[in-house]
Structures are given as C-alpha cells and as structure tokens.
C-alpha cells in the first residue's frame, strides 16, 4: 500500500445553482501519482454544495435535475427560520451528499459508459473546494 | 494487506421500478476471496439507476419507497428537457446514490438486523451491472 | 498500515425526529488509536435513521431541514402499506443515506469549518447504533 497526501482542487463557480463536471481533474491526479488500483473518496468540506454521478451526454439531464430539486426545495418557504436565505441549499446538499467514494482500477476511475463525477453548487457563485484523498492498493499482482 | 481484482456483478431487472435484493451476492463474494475485515464498496455504473440499503422483512418499504420517490419525482414533468422520458430516473438516481461502502467484520458484511443492499431500478426492465471493489486489510490481529 | 477493530457507540434519541451531532465522538475514537492519515467509515445499521454532514453554527439549518424533510415525506400517505406507521423514516432514511466515508489527515477529521456529522434519527426516540471502521493508513512519509 501506498499512501498519498491529500490534494484540494479548487472550483469557481458562475451562477447559484450549477453542476460542475470535475471527473478530468480527478482522473489527472489518479494518474499524476501512477495509481494503478484502490479508492479516491472525494469531499466536498461545504454545506450548501454536493457532489454527485450524474450522466455527461446530455446537458439537459443537469437541467432537468436542477429544476426538480428548485422544485421539490425552493428558496423560500414560510417554515425556514435560519436567516442566511439558503436554506434550500443545504437541504439540497443533504439530499444530494458531501462526497462520492469511486473504484480505480487499471489506472482509470471506473464509471459507467456515461457517467461523471459533478460538483453541485447550490448558493453560488462562490470560490469552493474539493478533497481528494486516493487509498493506493499498490501496482502489485491481485487476487 | 491483501488485494483482490474488481468485480462485477450482472442484474437482470423485470419492470420499469424495481428493488432488487443483492446482498446474498456480494456476502457471496467476501467469502469466496475469504475476507476477514475491511470493506466493500459497490458501485452502480448506471445514472438511471441507484443502490441503497433498506428494510428485508417487509416488501411494502419497499412499495412505500418507490410510491413515495415517483410521488416526488414524477416520469413527466413541463419542464424536462431530456427527450428520453427518463427524466425521473436520473434524478431518482442522484437521490438515492450511486454507491454505498459496508464494513466487513469477522467475514461478513456489517449491517444491520433489518437491512440489506437494494440494487434500485428507475428505468428498466434492463440488463445491469454492480461493481463489487473490496479492500481487504488482511486477517492480523487487529488493535 | 495499521487495522484497527469495528468500534460502535450508542445514540440515545429523545424525540420521534432529532439530529445528533456526534462529531466529537467519533473524532476522539480518532485520537485514541492515534491514527495519522486514512478514512473512517461511519455505519448507522438502522433502517429508520440516517447520517450526514450538516451545517453546526446556526442549529435553524436542522430545523429547516427536518421540516422540508416532514412535508416532502410526511409520516401519513394514502399510499403506503407498511403497517408500522414509519414508512417516512425508511424514505428519509434512503434520501440522506445510511453512512458516510470521512478523510483523516495529521490526526484530524477533514471537514469544512460549517461541517459536523449528524446522526439523523427518523423513527425515535430509541437507542440506536453507530459502527466506526477506520482504514489507517499509518504514519509513515506520504507521497
């Protein structure tokens, strides 16, 4: 086993509610450390963001997702006491969750055919960050 | 440490919605590699589709469930943009989650007395995947 | 790397719906096996409860979040046909997620200044469980 530092990777986003495609900056770090096999757990250290795998075909699927959750999660809703006005976005980050934990096998990270790795800015734009902690498994010869 | 190659799993779903009970499989696959303690992360490779844990005694959770996720995220929606009708799905599927990570103690998967892992389908009937990753801190004496 | 046994700790609730915050626990099960750099996997092996990461200084975001929870899961629908009266808590259970993975680096949780890990009970008061699996990559020089 090989142990790496943990990386952050930094992410500026435009608008307040926005999806992120990170997946090419994880893969450079997987194979910038010669990574053939193990974990990368990637966090998001924010309460109004989240992180998710989301399909990267069509652009329409992130607005289609956004929309519902706005729906299904205003802005506003009577019953919200914290005063910040976003409570919405950490709702949206409880649902949606603070970190996604993906395979690396050969090299590469394994994700299905159209799948990506998506930061969700929920109370943007904002200057964010990204931990990236790989777990090596070696380059030696698996079971 | 011991490693062991990535697995894969085939799921072969029957309706559009469906729960589908995988724990006997991947409890399967930790006995078979002899896996003392560590963990398993198993990882859906689909954005239509989701993988959670739930209730195993009564099937109506998992009728509760499904009415409850189609009640809030409905398969037609005005604004969906996505012109493949599954909509629903992706979103079904970023609320549920891609991924779950259960502990292995003494051979087996640590869960609870209720529980087991739910392969969820949102867009079948379809032939699936389940990546099954173990990593397996060998069988020494633990601190 | 060092491997150290599953630990569980109990969770007194006081109340049908309450988050816990049990960050200071889990980070003293950290501090105690001295652990340097590695993961920690925390396990609610409930069906009915959850755990995630949520804002800790102004305890309204808990408010906020367990009543926009109530009023898109509410504990009566026509629907359901578990006969428990807690097919909510299993929804909600499945919508925030039954574990989370946290990174460990110099001897510390990695969370955001805002972040605290909560355990999210659903379907209290009872007493519940928590399983800790630290993955311990040891002290050695990382890459």
Not at 13 to 42: F, H, Y
Not at 67 to 82: A, C, D, I, W
Request: glycine share 6%.
């Amino acid at each position: 086993m090989r142990t790496h530092k943990l990386k952050t990777e930094t992410v500026e986003t435009k608008t307040r509610v926005q999806m992120v495609d990170v997946t090419a900056r994880i893969q450079k770090l997987i194979s910038a450390n010669r990574v053939e096999s193990g974990l990368v757990v990637v966090v998001v250290p924010h309460t109004t963001a989240g992180i998710t795998l989301q399909e990267n075909a069509d652009p329409n699927t992130q607005h289609d997702l956004i929309k519902k959750l706005e729906s299904l999660v205003p802005q506003v809703e009577s019953y919200y006491q914290h005063d910040e006005g976003n409570s919405d976005a950490h709702v949206k980050s409880a649902l949606v969750g603070s970190s996604v934990t993906i395979v690396i096998d050969k090299g590469r990270l394994v994700l299905g055919k159209w799948q990506a790795v998506y930061f969700c800015e929920f109370d943007g734009p904002r200057e964010r960050h990204l931990h990236v902690k790989i777990i090596d498994e070696g380059s030696g010869d698996l079971d």
